[in-house]
């Protein structure tokens, strides 16, 4: 098993990235890394010196050098300020991680990732340029939940994580040429079918599941195992062709657009629905393309509907012209994102993931507050408890509670009185369970979640989410008498 790792070949990356290798191709160097040090020839090193079971914070001092800011809650840019000219893998650029300094290596390696990602080698280049490991300690922490449930890592309790024995590790090249009906035919057909049902997220989908759907057709499997697991995607675009092909068209130019080692600008008109429709040009850097709310949308960051430099969630749905891209010296361009793209400093993914993993809501750019909720015992029991809804989402207890109303970065100060008049209602706190996390506000699909909750979310604070919940409820009481 060792020798096997000590190789980062496109098909283990492709499993490290859980099947995603062109979204996730930093974070796949970076656990084939970490499962290299952890269990390559060199990773009994590790394993002796971190001791099981361990936090992030035991990972991340063996993992850094001492110069490394090991405060999780530093920001990304001030981490790796003192180790300059240091040994520290933050110094490290996927091409170096990867060893492949070597130019005859490297262009192996180069061709083989591009015939099974897509992407071409020219791309692939400028992406070995990258740094891995210059990301927050928030995402090394997703890194390392990544690796359990891909079953690198066991988890022995929250937060805490112990090594796997080596006869129980997942097996980089297993051979997926058995006989037909094994459990990686029916992994394949599952796979073939899940891919039917999202195809419509990306083009080049398509593609693959032809790929797929011949082979297994070939190996005479497809139609012997019938399917087991269905898939509802809720899609409120409407299926008409000429919708259909405008977003593709939307979507494809993007694609394009990205697969250009420099990226671009781009200019397109925007339907505002919350505006009656009011049309607006936008000249914005896109950044990446989210499917949630049941529609498709674009994270970009300029110009937006308002005459604002901002970032905003467009749907695709939603621009009503072609995507122009800009020549990269046009006057339109604002000079925030000249200013941005000179000192290479434009926004990327990891950006966007770092904001939506600090507070929930996918309007990630909008305030963060800190809300407090109730359940009652029972419902909380059965509907709440063990149930992920965000990072942040953590159960409180009286001392928590207490900690929570003495910060006045969580609790108002003006608001405190009335807050703790509300609280005063539920003394009796083995009926009443509480809840704190922190949420943009107003997100869309957050004022969704807190509806569903009904009678048994009642929010208490901060006050501006507890009257807004208010008001609607006494319109709503109106239409029904």
Same mark, same amino acid.
């Given at each position: ?40 020839? #060199? ?38 300020? /003192? ?19 070597? @130019? ?19 791309? /692939? ?17 997703? #890194? ?81 195992? @019938? ?99 800009? @020549? ?5 361009? @604002? ?116 509806? #569903? ?15 807004? /919940? ?12």
């Amino acid at each position: 098993m060792a020798s096997l790792l000590e190789n980062p070949t496109p098909l283990l990356l492709h499993r490290l990235s859980g099947g995603q290798l062109i979204n996730r191709f930093e974070r796949s160097i970076r656990l084939w890394y970490m499962v290299q040090q952890m269990y390559g020839n #060199d990773g009994q090193k590790w394993r002796s010196q971190i001791t099981e079971p361990f936090r992030y914070k035991d990972f991340s001092e063996k993992l850094f050098a001492s110069s490394h800011n090991l405060d999780t809650t530093a920001k990304r840019e001030e981490l790796s300020q /003192l180790c300059a000219n240091t040994s520290c893998i933050c110094q490290q650029s996927a091409l170096e991680i990867l060893q492949l300094t070597a @130019p005859t290596k490297r262009q192996r390696w180069l061709k083989e990732v591009s015939l099974f990602s897509g992407l071409d080698t020219a791309e /692939l280049t400028k992406r070995l340029e990258i740094y891995p490991f210059r990301v927050s300690h928030r995402s090394l922490q997703m #890194d390392l939940k990544m690796l359990e449930e891909l079953g690198w890592l066991k988890s022995i309790e929250r937060g805490s994580y112990g090594f796997i024995p080596e006869d129980q590790l997942p097996n980089p090249e297993r051979d997926t040429h058995s006989s037909p009906g094994n459990d990686d035919d029916r992994e394949s057909v599952d796979f073939a079918h899940i891919l039917e049902d999202i195809a419509f997220l990306q083009g080049h989908l398509h593609l693959r599941l032809d790929e797929l759907e011949t082979q297994l057709k070939h190996r005479q499997v497809l139609s012997l195992l @019938p399917r087991r697991i269905l898939v509802h995607f809720e899609h409120i675009i409407p299926e008409d062709h000429h919708t259909s092909d405008r977003i593709g068209d939307h979507q494809a130019c993007l694609e394009k657009l990205w697969r250009s080692p420099k990226g671009g600008i781009v200019r397109f008109r925007y339907r505002v629905f919350r505006e009656q429709g009011r049309e607006a040009d936008v000249i914005v850097y896109p950044v990446c393309l989210h499917y949630v709310r049941r529609a498709k949308y674009l994270s970009a960051y300029g110009i937006d509907p308002w005459g604002k430099v901002a970032w905003y969630n467009y749907r695709l749905d939603a621009i009503a012209s072609s995507l122009e891209v800009l @020549p990269q010296g046009s006057e339109l361009i @604002p000079e925030t994102l000249r200013q941005m793209s000179r000192q290479n400093n434009l926004p990327t993914t990891e950006d966007i993931v770092e904001a939506l993993l600090a507070a929930w809501g996918f309007d990630f750019y909008l305030p963060k507050l800190y809300l407090i909720l109730r359940f009652p015992e029972a419902f909380e029991r059965w509907y709440v408890r063990d149930s992920y809804r965000h990072e942040t989402f953590q159960r409180l207890d009286p001392g928590q509670l207490r900690q929570v109303l003495d910060n006045p970065e969580l609790v108002a100060p003006q608001e405190r009185q009335q807050i703790e008049a509300l609280l005063a209602r539920y003394s009796d706190t083995d009926n009443h369970i509480f809840y704190g996390v922190w949420v943009r506000w107003p997100d869309p699909n957050l004022v969704l979640r807190l509806r #569903d909750w009904g009678p048994n979310g009642e929010v208490i604070a901060p006050l501006v989410v507890r009257h807004h /919940l208010r008001d609607e409820v006494r319109i709503q009481s109106n239409f029904y008498g």
